[in-house]
């Protein structure tokens, strides 16, 4: 039986943490795009670990990202491994960022880097994950030489050791891509969307959220040129996606459907 579910609550229910409660609610397996979706999802989200780390992944892809924060604390609290802790801080880093709490996103990154840099090779791919993470983080803080500075670093380690249309190359030109947004260059903001866009339309299937998030991308870059009409088109396929891909209660639906009402009043 291969039943798909919703998780509608994670809580512990002892005092040590060892014992936690997920309340899920059961709904229908039978569209086959949900289908594929769901196999990509789960080769992404931890695909050698289980349990509650593959959980914790699955949680942040579904915007539960409190559930998500206190899985990994309870986790970051149980390990003395170096190496899961690297893991551990990665991923509390990545909640934190999504919540807004840039400093403390930064703070855990930062411990996951140290430990990194301490036991790999200059040009691993979990470097790369990392400066990758950083920027980011420092392309909403405003920093954007900064920004710039760690995804040219993560960039320059996944242009080494992967094939050109390696989705990880295409996270890297997506963000170099916002910096360059930010920074009113939207030239080559557009340049690096549209890279992205090539070897995401390669690697995942038609309504994969990472998708969303590129044709997003490019609908901002085109407001910012004033080209509305553009912008309103991948704005609502970034919709048509996350209505398809995502939670109903997902903050990235909102924000999509916030910025098409936007845009057809300047149309």
């Given at each position: 039986m291969h039943s798909v579910f919703r998780?509608?609550?994670?809580?512990?229910?002892n005092k040590d943490n060892r014992l936690w409660q997920v309340d899920l609610s059961l709904t229908s397996d039978t569209d086959p795009e949900l289908q594929t979706l769901t196999e990509c999802l789960r080769n992404e989200t931890f695909p050698t670990e289980s349990g509650w780390y593959r959980l914790g992944a699955l949680l942040i892809t579904m915007g539960q990202f409190d559930n998500a924060y206190q899985i990994y604390e309870m986790l970051l609290k149980q390990t003395h491994d170096d190496w899961e802790k690297a893991n551990i801080y990665h991923q509390l880093g990545r909640v934190q960022d999504y919540k807004g709490e840039y400093a403390e996103s930064i703070r855990f990154n930062e411990k996951a880097l140290e430990i990194k840099q301490k036991t790999l090779p200059p040009d691993d791919y979990n470097l790369a994950v990392t400066y990758n993470n950083i920027g980011l983080v420092y392309e909403k803080m405003s920093e954007y030489s900064k920004a710039l500075s760690f995804g040219e670093k993560a960039l320059e380690i996944k242009q080494k050791i992967l094939p050109p249309n390696h989705p990880a190359l295409a996270n890297s030109y997506n963000n170099i891509g916002l910096v360059y947004e930010k920074m009113g260059e939207y030239s080559k903001a557009l340049s690096f969307q549209e890279k992205a866009l090539a070897i995401k339309q390669k690697c995942f299937p038609p309504n994969h959220p990472e998708l969303a998030i590129t044709y997003?991308?490019?609908?901002?870059?085109?407001?910012?040129?004033?080209?509305y009409s553009k912008a309103l088109l991948f704005c609502e396929?970034?919709?048509?996606?996350?209505?398809?891909?995502?939670?109903?209660?997902?903050?990235?639906?909102?924000k999509y459907q916030k910025d098409i009402e936007s845009l057809r009043k300047k149309i």
């Open positions: 998780i509608r609550e994670i809580k512990p229910i997003n991308n490019l609908s901002r870059v085109y407001t910012n040129m004033a080209d396929r970034a919709l048509h996606i996350g209505q398809s891909s995502l939670p109903p209660n997902h903050p990235d639906l909102q």
